[in-house]
C-alpha cells in the first residue's frame, strides 16, 4: 500500500494522527485477510461464504454469475457451490483493481 502522508503545513497533532489512522487502516486489512483465510483453504465454497469473502449481497454473486464472472456448480439437486480456486481468482482480480 503506498500511501503518502502531505507534512508541508501541517501540525504534529494533525501528523501523528494521519499516521495512527494510517496504521490502523492496514491493521484492519491484515485482520481482515486473514479471517477469510479458513474459507480459501477449502475446495469448494457456499454462495454465503463468498458473500462474506467479498463483503456483497447475494444479489450481487448472482449478477456476478450471469456476466461470467463466477460459475456456480451445483452438488446434489439443492446445493449450489463455487470452486475455490475461482473465487480466489476473482478476489485477486478485484484486490488489483481497488489498488
Known amino acids: 500500500m503506498n500511501r503518502q502522508i502531505l507534512v508541508k503545513d501541517t501540525t504534529i497533532e494533525s501528523l501523528l494522527e494521519q499516521i495512527n ?10 485482520l481482515d485477510r486473514k479471517s477469510k483465510q479458513p474459507i480459501l483453504d477449502k475446495e469448494w465454497c457456499t454462495i454465503k461464504e463468498v458473500c462474506s469473502l467479498f463483503d456483497v449481497t447475494k444479489a450481487t454473486v448472482h449478477l ?36
Open 21 to 30: 489512522n494510517s496504521i490502523e487502516t492496514t491493521i484492519e486489512l491484515v
Open 64 to 99: 456476478w454469475i450471469r456476466k461470467g464472472k463466477l460459475t456456480k456448480y451445483k452438488l446434489g439437486s439443492r446445493s449450489t457451490r463455487f470452486k475455490t480456486d475461482e473465487v480466489r481468482t476473482l478476489l485477486k482480480l478485484i484486490e488489483r483493481k481497488r489498488n
